[in-house]
Structure formats: C-alpha cells, structure tokens
C-alpha cells in the first residue's frame, strides 16, 4: 500500500475546516515558490544539511494532497497555521493566513497558501520568526 493511500486511509472523515484557503485545489499537492523569500531568511542562509533537508521535504509532499497536509500532524507532514510573528509580515502576505511546514527537525518554513501553491516567506532555522 502506498504511503498516500496510508495517509488517506488514516485521516478519511477526519479532515475538519482549517483557516488555510484553497478552495478546490484541497485534492492537489503543493507547489513550493521562492518567489517572496525575505533576504535574510533565505535558504542560502540556512546549514548546508538544512539546504537537502528541505529539498527532501520537498519531496516527500510533492504527491500527497492539501486536504491530506492539512489533516496531518505538523510535527510530521503536516502544515500549523501560526498566529503570532516575531517580524514584519512583508506586503505580499498581509491579510493572508501564515503557515508552516517543518523542513529540517523543528526548523520550519513559514509562508502562505495561494490555491495549490506554497509561497516560503522564511526559512527559520534559528527560530526567530514565531514563538515554536
């Protein structure tokens, strides 16, 4: 059995509304954008073991679906939405709700959702973004 179908199969009927927008694209997996990475939180800023960890990260949810991220532990796969920021939120994120994907251990990366894309704000590897 297929590491999605496990997923499914564990969280069917158990998906409850979240603050994360998206719509119709729940059953699509995540694109993952650089396109808003804040200079000094940039993953060229980050360990080099922390640069494949993410690539790894990556990887691992580039099949499963929003809806099923979304449901999961975010100690695990899964997404959190965060509520409290230590920095200014740029202005392409302002009035969208801030998430956050762990990548390498507890180190997270925190952006927003537009549709099926994940646009990484920080990569905050010394946790200085939000209060973990």
Same mark, same amino acid.
């Given at each position: 059995? &297929?590491? #999605? $179908? *496990?997923?499914?199969?564990?969280?069917?009927?158990? +998906? /409850?509304?979240?603050?994360?927008?998206? =719509?119709?694209?729940?059953?699509?997996?995540?694109?993952?954008?650089?396109?808003?990475?804040?200079?000094?939180?940039?993953?060229?800023?980050?360990?080099?073991?922390?640069?494949?960890?993410?690539?790894? &990260?990556? #990887? $691992? *949810?580039?099949?499963?679906?929003?809806?099923?991220? +979304? /449901?999961?532990?975010?100690?695990?796969? =899964?997404?959190?939405?965060?509520?409290?920021?230590?920095?200014?939120?740029?202005?392409?994120?302002?009035?969208?709700?801030?998430?956050?994907?762990?990548?390498?251990?507890?180190?997270?990366?925190?952006?927003?959702?537009?549709?099926d894309v994940?646009?990484?704000?920080?990569?905050?590897?010394?946790?200085?973004?939000y209060t973990?």
């Amino acid at each position: 059995m &297929s590491k #999605i $179908k *496990r997923l499914q199969d564990k969280t069917a009927g158990k +998906i /409850a509304p979240r603050e994360i927008p998206g =719509g119709s694209y729940q059953d699509e997996p995540p694109k993952f954008s650089l396109q808003y990475i804040q200079p000094d939180y940039c993953i060229t800023k980050c360990e080099h073991n922390d640069q494949l960890q993410f690539i790894q &990260s990556m #990887i $691992k *949810r580039k099949n499963i679906p929003w809806k099923i991220l +979304i /449901a999961s532990p975010h100690e695990k796969l =899964g997404c959190e939405v965060i509520r409290s920021l230590k920095i200014q939120t740029p202005e392409c994120a302002e009035d969208k709700s801030i998430i956050s994907f762990r990548f390498s251990g507890k180190k997270a990366m925190i952006g927003f959702r537009e549709r099926d894309v994940f646009y990484i704000l920080w990569f905050d590897r010394n946790f200085t973004v939000y209060t973990h």
